[in-house]
């Protein structure tokens, strides 16, 4: 036993996502899973991954969606999705998005060009269909972009609703103009627009979206990260509430509802202490400089991930490694063995162990297996 558990601190690196495995090929941008999944299928896990890197040529570079039912060991390609669906030049392999609908048979991606419902198909290449979505007008905006009147605007991210008959996408990023359209499925499988919901009461752009409760057929708020602050719309008044104890300027790269509200920001950690106040950590010593030995509360988080079944356990991918807590954030540690470099996504296997992902690659360990180490490891 004491054996398997030291084991279990040793981070095993993961080559067995598609693409070419050049340099941040291997990066999963997105780690999703099917709400409604039950029995065996709860094990099922989804990644987006991008191969756009130089090494490999326009023709062979795309965005892949795979599955694992190993807790992320191997991987398997459910879909391929060629150029005609992004666009490399402008901020992609970075920030797109990806949800699964029930029964994990069909998706939807969000990407420079917009969002798309991606159907895989058994043999052949995926069926993409466009989400209608805003469009860039007329009168440009302030800031300069390389897109032009008429191309589709940004899609930021998605949100899907548990039964998957419902769904919310966030436009918006270089025109300063962030927008949420809902949807709802028609009789044919597409998504068909409804109506654009209220203006959110910020012009920055759109980072995340959340769920107040994940796996609830019909949630009743809407959480949405920005480049400010977090907001929280009422799913039956459509009022805007902002949350309460984020920091100025906090571009909110992720939230997590599971067992209250948690925010992965630039620059902090945020807990829950109501369903519209957080709290900043405020004393843990991350380390948030590479090529110094400073130390301090500040730290640029790109995910927070929850334990579903002890949410005191939470991993925190950052510019500068991944941080452990086992006590609702009151203590951290950083995570041993894991290369340099900027991390963006982790989920929980239902075993404990944790996948963690970003720009070096993706790994699998259980740093949270009483053998492990209880500090935060410091700079001699």
Partial sequence: MAERDAAACYVREIKTLPGSHGFAADFIEVIATDPG??????NGIWALNADLHSGVSKEEQALYISKST?????????????????????????RNGLDVLPGGNEFVVTTQKGAFQVSPQKSGEPVLRYVDGPRVPHDRPWVSITKKEGDPVRAAAAKVTSDGSRMIVAYGYFDMDPKLFSYHKGRAGEWIKDRQLPQIPTDLQIFSLE?????????????VGTGDQVYRLDLRTLK????????????????????????????GIYEPLNADAVWKVTDAEFIYHRDDDATG???????????????????????TGVYLTSDGGQTWRRMLGLPD????????????????????????????SSACGPRLQKRD
């Fill in 240 to 267: 805007w509430t902002m949350v309460k104890g984020v920091g100025d300027d906090s571009a909110i790269h992720a939230i997590n509802t599971v067992g209250g509200l948690h925010i992965a920001a630039c620059w």
């Fill in 341 to 368: 470099g900027e991390y963006r996504t982790a989920h929980f296997n239902p075993d404990g162990s944790v996948i963690v992902s970003g720009i070096p690659g993706t790994f699998v360990a259980n740093p949270f």
């Fill in 70 to 94: 190993d807790g992320g060991e191997t991987w398997n390609e459910v879909a391929r999705i060629d150029s005609r669906y992004y666009d490399s030049e402008i901020d992609e392999g970075l």
């Fill in 37 to 42: 999944a039950r029995g065996k299928d709860r």
């Fill in 297 to 319: 509360s500040n730290i640029r988080a790109y995910g927070i991930e929850v334990d579903p079944t002890n949410a005191k356990r939470q991993v925190v991918t950052a510019l």
């Fill in 211 to 223: 769920w107040d409760k994940s796996g609830r057929l019909h949630p009743g708020s809407l959480y």
